[in-house]
């Protein structure tokens, strides 16, 4: 694998408007952004995407951008920025943005003078299209419910296309002059000096033009407009394109956040050929799901995140380096999905984050994974923001759950669990803001916070900083970031363990993941203990058998 800088690091990703604020209201910004970037230092993280920061009505919570030059005014200024770009610098700390270009806000100027006149040049920076006598074009479901058409205001059967909200109108990509667009707006953001950017939903921008039904999925007579995807054809010679005239030029780091995208294509994605530099790998997060909506989930086991991990890295390995996560801004805190609640522990959390550490790929840790941050309690409806929640509570209203039945489906998958607050220290609101935070703190505000954990040596803080030292001690840097991940034991059950075989060193790394202790026999003897998240030495035997505590998680040096 022909090396690249950003191999070897440890990226963060900021949801900047629960990071911090530094001016009391309610929101962070991008002046606590750089306040914290001594902390970020001090974790060991060497590159930060940040969720959008551009001007945007935040109907998606910027997901929704109006004006992709101009920062808006809760985050600060366009000062504010070139500011933290150049801190950020001094710490070696690359910034990479959020490019949001499948979709951008209906208040985008763009959309204004589409609407305006919708057979004119911008008309044709969207889907617009005409319906069948007053309805939709075709069936599909836009990802937040809903048919993915919208009437154009002002005309009779005219609509446009919305994968998401009908507030973030499509791009449309077949359009060169749209294109050419966003590539003039990536460079100038290149220019500035970020490192690249994380790319969102972008397997979305090529569309099926045919624009016609697909058979139902659901009772509402429409079917996802993912399943449009698979007859989508043309999507690399778009994203080849943007490599080629906005992301090569300036070697900017990019990675892609894709779902459905064709797993026999992974090189054409990743790797010295691939599109973007990386992606991120989604394996474990699609476990569980179903195509009914959240209410109809499964719950998902240890042993089926460690066979996803495995399985994905089998494919990805030898192409190219995933990116490896337990949580984003879209998906609940990893340690309340994928932890058993006996294993939703101090030693748990340790666990899964040395899993995610471990594997071969890039770990980005999301805002707060780093302390142990969980899933908040939900008492009402009212209480949710986030509008995918409110879409698939509504689906679950409809398949005849009550309000409260409904809501206790749906707040296990709310993507609010993970845009709560940062939790900072025990003073009020978690230390995030002296005013009113904009979406209230998780109620356990006062016993998960950095000001507590940062001076314990075994806190969960600590034990990240650890590993993602290991990742660069200079004897392993090699295994960890280069070397195979090979399974080791695979068919156990409550059980997860990997070999990262380097050049020159092996390591071993063994998570049991249940409450009841047991006895591994390794092939071969223990050379060193790396970390352990129980206090308590390690007493191997000489036939090399090692007991597991519950929830306990050790990387060896072995042959
Ligand atoms: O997400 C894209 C996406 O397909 C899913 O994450 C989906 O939105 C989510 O699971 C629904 O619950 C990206 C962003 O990460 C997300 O925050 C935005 O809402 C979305 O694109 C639209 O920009
Ligand atoms: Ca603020």
Redesign the pocket.
Known sequence: MKKRWWHNKTAYQIYPKSFYDSNGDGIGDLRGIIQKLDYLKDLGIGIVWI?PIYQSPFI??G??ISDYYAIDPAFGTMEDMDELLREAKKRDIAIVMDL?V??CSDQHEWFQKALKDPFGPYGEYFYIREGKDGNPPCNWRS??GGSVWEPLPGYDNLFYLHM?AKE?PDLNWENPALRQEIYKMIRWWLEKGVAGFRI??II?IKKDLRFEDFPADREDGMCAATTMLASAHGILDFLMEMKKEAFAPYNAFTIG?L?DFDQQELKRYIGEDGCFESIFDFAPHLLGGSDHGWYNRRPVTMDQFRDAVFASKAISQEIGMMANIIE????PRGVSRYLPAEGQTEQGKKLLAAISLMSFGLPFIYQGQEIGMTNKTFRSIEEVDD??TLD?YQVALEHGYTGEGALALVAEMS?DNARTPMQWSEEAHGGFTTGTPWLPVNENCQTIHVKEQEPQENSVLSFYKKLIALRTAPEYEEAIVYGSQEPFLEEETDLTAFYRKGQEKTLLILANTCSKSRTITLPAPIKKVLLNNYAAPLKATPNHQIPLQSYQLIILETT
Request: proline share 0%.
């Open positions: 969720s998606d919570q997901y929704d949001v499948n979709h990802y937040f998401f973030q969102d939903a979305n956040e779902f984003n801004h879209d998906e509008i995918s698939e993507r």
